[in-house]
C-alpha cells in the first residue's frame, strides 16, 4: 500500500505564493514520477504539474510561467512552488502517483486532497 500526505494549501491574496507539499509512503521500490491536479467547484479535476523523477517537466498552460514543480527522489517527495496566485487557481489540489511503485503497472494513488484559496 502507498500513501500520499498533502501540506501546505491556505488561504493567499491574489499575487501571493503558497508551496505544496506530498510525501509519498509506504512499499515502494521505484518511483518515476509524480504530479499535481486540481478540481475547482463544478469543474472535472484537470492536469496541473507533471514531473518525472530524471528531471522532465509538464505544465497546463494555465499555469505555465507561475508554477514549478520539483522532486526531491530521496524523499519520495514532490513540490508545487505556486507563484503570482489568481483567484481562478482556487481549487483542491490533488497529489497523484501515476504507476504503483512497486510493479511499475499503470494505477493512480491520490492524495486527499489541500484547498489553496485565492481570495483579497
Known amino acids: 500500500q502507498v500513501q500520499l500526505a498533502e501540506s501546505g494549501g491556505g488561504l493567499v491574496q491574489p499575487g501571493g505564493s503558497l508551496r505544496l507539499s506530498c510525501a509519498a509512503s509506504?512499499?515502494?521500490?521505484?518511483?518515476?514520477?509524480m504530479a499535481w491536479y486540481r478540481q475547482a467547484p463544478g469543474k472535472e479535476r484537470e492536469l496541473v504539474a507533471y514531473?518525472?523523477?530524471?528531471?522532465?517537466?509538464n505544465y497546463a498552460e494555465s499555469v505555465k510561467g507561475r508554477f514549478a514543480i520539483s522532486a526531491d527522489n530521496a524523499k519520495n517527495t514532490v513540490y508545487l512552488q505556486m507563484n503570482s496566485l489568481k483567484p481562478e487557481d482556487t481549487a483542491v489540489y490533488y497529489c497523484?502517483?501515476?504507476?504503483?511503485?512497486?510493479?511499475?503497472?499503470?494505477?493512480?494513488?491520490w492524495g486527499q486532497g489541500t484547498q489553496v484559496t485565492v481570495s483579497s
Open positions: 509506504g512499499t515502494i521500490f521505484s518511483i518515476t514520477a
Open positions: 497523484n502517483l501515476p504507476r504503483d511503485p512497486v510493479t511499475g503497472a499503470r494505477r493512480d494513488y
Open positions: 514531473i518525472t523523477f530524471d528531471g522532465n517537466t
